[in-house]
């Protein structure tokens, strides 16, 4: 599986965007997809996922802000991020298919990984 993120920017704080994630490939298994985000130095942190099934987990920081979605048809995971803070400011990863055993909060659980989106939320 391929994974194609796009969508990033720089937004002021307040504003909106949204990013796509397209997966291509392997992608007649069913397989949940997730949201990640890294600044420099620092670990890769969970933000969003989606089961096949729609089940959504989202990380306290962004509860109420950010909005996962995906289109099983078209292959596409979405992550609408409204009321941006400078501290969303990251590189947005998307990531798909849970290994065995593995969770959907964690990194380390997914198989696959796009090349990611810059975010850059000015104040």
């Known amino acids: 599986v391929q994974l194609q993120a796009s969508g990033g920017g720089l937004v002021q704080a307040g504003g909106s965007l949204k990013l796509s994630c397209a997966a291509s490939g392997r992608t007649s298994r069913r397989y949940g997809m997730g949201w990640f985000r890294q600044t420099p130095g620092k670990e890769r942190d969970f933000v969003a996922a989606?089961?096949?099934?729609?089940?959504?987990y989202y990380a306290d920081s962004v509860k109420g802000r950010f909005t996962i979605s995906r289109d099983n048809a078209k292959n596409m995971v979405y992550l609408q991020m409204n009321s941006l803070k400078p501290e969303d400011t990251a590189g947005y990863y998307c990531a798909a298919e849970l290994r065995d055993g593995g969770s959907y909060q964690s990194g380390s659980g997914y198989k696959y990984w796009g090349q990611g989106t810059l975010v850059t939320v000015s104040s």
């Open positions: 989606i089961s096949w099934s729609g089940s959504i």
